[in-house]
């Protein structure tokens, strides 16, 4: 098992561009989470699939009057780059926190066990970057603190 991010290939696949939202590259996700897994090109576009559907929905009204992300990037942060990152931070991150919470029901072994506790952290993190950017795009600041108790 190697780290998602230190495989031998770089993966290709991408999510595409849509009228509202970037495209999102897997070989991006690679880089940003560094985590054991033997997880596929394909196990991870799934991921960030689902994880994609799940933040455009929670975004749609929201970002309904604006029209583009970048739009509303525009108003909330004053530049384009912002949203952009936070909703990239989004989706990767609630694909992590999907990975991971897989990767924790197949280590349910005696060898596993030291090891899920760190790896129930790294989940519980990924999905606390999720809300976070979550929560700057909806409100343009934070209005929760988010925490792992």
Do not use: C
Request: glycine share 4%; no cysteine; proline share 2%.
């Amino acid at each position: 098992m190697q780290f998602v991010g230190n495989k031998d290939e770089e993966y290709a696949s991408v999510l595409p561009k849509t009228d509202i939202y970037p495209e999102l590259a897997i070989s991006e996700f690679q880089r940003v989470f560094h985590f054991l897994s033997d997880e596929t090109e394909a196990g991870i576009l799934h991921n960030a699939t689902v994880a994609r559907v799940t933040v455009n929905r929670e975004l749609m009204e929201t970002i309904t009057p604006f029209k583009t992300l970048d739009a509303l990037s525009m108003e909330r942060f004053g530049e384009t780059q912002t949203g952009t990152l936070l909703y990239k931070q989004a989706v990767f991150s609630l694909a992590a926190n999907a990975i991971i919470n897989n990767q924790l029901s197949m280590n349910a072994t005696k060898e596993a066990a030291d090891r899920q506790e760190a790896i129930q952290a790294k989940a519980d993190h990924a999905l606390v970057q999720y809300r976070r950017a979550i929560d700057l795009l909806l409100n343009g600041k934070e209005t929760y603190f988010f925490a792992v108790v």
